[in-house]
């Protein structure tokens, strides 16, 4: 059984690669995500199925107002945080969520039912380099995102306020 399961995350590791999934994942995905996420009370997150995830909460950089987005995460040790990737499933331009936690770093994040409070910083350098790493084994698509983008991919570190 650890086979087909190991084959199925390949299988979805290849899919969500492709230029196509690219197009229709950001208009899908996160309303399936916010849908379920809501009609279950913060409880399951479809996406978290295949990838630890959360609904983060931020402050519109714009307009002020709070704006939900489900994202895939990597939980660092000891549920001291999370690192946020702003892949946006390889296509050009940064994700607006990575916008908001520039303009207003304090956010709140929905995990496994909890809401947590969160304050997130943008990896430079050293530390970014090595969260790429984590992530690269964590994530092996995310290589293939960043290579079809010429702008850096944004990782935030959020941790609990």
Known sequence: MAGFAGFGVRLVQKVSSTRGFAKVAPHVVPALDRAVHRITRGKVLLSAQLLPGV???TTG???GLPRRTPLACMPEEGGRG?????SNFGRTD????TH??????????????EDIPVTATLLAGEERAAAWKALLVFWPPYATYQAR???EIRIFRIVRR
């Not at 999370?82 to 702003?86: A, P, T």
């Open 55 to 57: 609904v983060l909460t």
């Open 149 to 151: 983008v010429e702008r």
């Open 61 to 63: 950089a714009r307009s």
């Open 94 to 97: 940064h994700p607006a969520w």
């Open 82 to 86: 999370w690192i946020l990737v702003g």
């Open 100 to 113: 908001n936690l520039l303009a207003h770093p304090d956010a709140t994040v929905s995990w496994k039912g």
